[in-house]
Structure formats: C-alpha cells, structure tokens
C-alpha cells in the first residue's frame, strides 16, 4: 500500500526552479508531520524542510532563502519550492512522515523518492 507519493522531479539548469509534489494517505497527512530529505551519491540522506509543529517550518541552512515548505490540507499533499537552483542540489528527494521529521529516527513513512539534478 503506497502511503507517500512524489512528483516534480527532472533536469533544471543552476539557477533555476523546481516544485516538488508529495501526496499522503489521508490519515498520513493529518496524524504526523511532513517533511523532506534528500540524498546526494556517497552522501547520507539529510533533511532539508519540514513542520515541527502546527505551523512551525525548519529548514537545512543552505536551503533557506531559496526553498518553501508549504502545504494543501485539501489535496492531503505537501510541496517543495525549489528556487535558485545549484550544482550541490542535485540528489535525490524524499517526502517523509512521521512523529518528528526534523531526524531520521523520527520518520514513519519514506517516498520512493525523486530525482533532481542541476546542471551547468
């Protein structure tokens, strides 16, 4: 049974932007937070953006300014602007669910993740 469903994903030039999509199961969405990670070759799977709380977003350093968190509570889905792409952006992304999503250890459900890759 697929709980976490992604979209989005492809080949961008630096600079540029991408949105990510990632829809739930219903009880998924309204029970746990929502977040997203990301995993680069020979790279340890990081987490980049998600709620801690009701309305409170936490972000990877090197994102802020340039990614946004946001959710559609109707559409049970959760997006990823992705704006200002760069070079170490590339990797693959993963929408996560769970307890606490700010750490591995925290997340319940995984995506099967995306693709992104940010060329020169």
């Known amino acids: 049974q697929v709980q976490l469903v992604e979209s989005g994903g492809g080949l961008v030039q630096a600079g540029g932007s991408l949105r990510l999509s990632c829809t739930a199961s219903?009880?998924?969405?309204?029970?746990?937070?929502m977040g997203w990670y990301r995993q680069a070759p020979g790279n340890q799977r990081e987490f980049i953006a998600g709620w801690t709380g009701v309305s409170r977003t936490k972000y990877l350093d090197s994102v802020k300014g340039r990614f946004t968190i946001s959710r559609d509570n109707a559409k049970s889905t959760v997006y990823l602007q992705m704006n200002t792409l760069k070079l170490e952006d590339t990797a693959v992304y993963y929408c996560?669910?769970?307890?606490?999503?700010?750490?591995?250890?925290?997340?319940?459900?995984w995506g099967q993740g995306t693709q992104v890759t940010v060329s020169s």
């Open positions: 219903g009880s998924i969405f309204s029970m746990y937070n």
């Open positions: 996560a669910a769970g307890p606490t999503v700010i750490m591995t250890q925290g997340v319940r459900y």
